[in-house]
Structures are given as structure tokens and as C-alpha cells.
């Protein structure tokens, strides 16, 4: 069976750091662009990132442009979203999805296809 499996969320304090990463089974990642999303009340899932197939193109909520960083390693079959100067505001359950294109990524959820479970992220004032 094909799943995500996020991990590395926590508690961190305002102005912190935090990675968190998207490990891929039963599939590989080679192919797919891999986007990160979190939930905002009454909205759906907002997207917060996204990568190519290639790595090559990414693209960012303006919220988080400057502070978040998505990568991939095929080789790990995994997908990465490094997150610093947390604000409050970014305190949610993360989840990673995946889109097979070799084309470009997007931050529309309605796209993607294979989703993870979510990994929560707490920023403390």
C-alpha cells in the first residue's frame, strides 16, 4: 500500500525552528511533486509549499515565503519542510500530499492526490 507518513512536529517556542519530514513507502516519490498543507478553520487545507518532480521549482504561501524551505531526497524517498521564525500563527497540523506531474507543483490541495496523516506543530509565546 502507498502512504505518507509525516514526522518532527512538537512544541517550539516563538521565533524557533523546526523540520519536518515526509517519508514515502509503497511508492516512490520520483515522479510526484510533494506539497505541505495545514488546515485553517472554515477554509479546507491551505497550502504552505510545494516542489517539483525535479526539485527544480517551488513555490510558497506568501505567510511563510522568507521563513519555510521545502526539499526533497529521492534517494530517501522523502520530502522536507524546514520551518524557522515560527510565529504562533503557524501552529497547526502539517500534512504532506503528493501529485504525480513531472510538471511544476501547486498549492491547491484539490490536486494532489496521496495524503499523509499530519504532524502537529505548536509555537508557544
Known amino acids: 500500500q502507498e502512504h505518507l507518513v509525516e514526522s518532527g512536529g512538537g512544541l517550539v517556542q516563538t521565533g524557533g525552528s523546526l523540520r519536518v519530514s515526509c517519508a514515502a513507502s509503497g511508492f516512490t516519490l520520483d515522479g510526484y511533486a510533494v506539497g505541505w498543507f495545514r488546515q485553517v478553520p472554515g477554509k479546507g487545507r491551505e497550502g504552505v509549499a510545494c516542489?517539483?518532480?525535479?526539485?527544480?521549482?517551488?513555490d510558497y504561501a506568501r505567510s511563510v515565503e522568507g521563513r519555510f524551505t521545502i526539499s526533497r531526497d529521492n534517494a530517501k524517498n522523502t520530502g522536507y519542510l524546514q520551518m524557522i521564525d515560527l510565529k504562533s500563527d503557524d501552529s497547526d497540523v502539517y500534512y504532506c500530499?503528493?501529485?504525480?506531474?513531472?510538471?511544476?507543483?501547486?498549492?491547491?490541495?484539490?490536486?494532489?492526490?496521496?495524503w499523509g496523516q499530519g504532524t502537529q506543530v505548536t509555537v508557544s509565546s
Open positions: 500530499a503528493t501529485r504525480k506531474t513531472r510538471w511544476g507543483c501547486s498549492l491547491e490541495a484539490p490536486n494532489y492526490t496521496h
Open positions: 516542489i517539483s518532480a525535479s526539485g527544480q521549482t517551488t
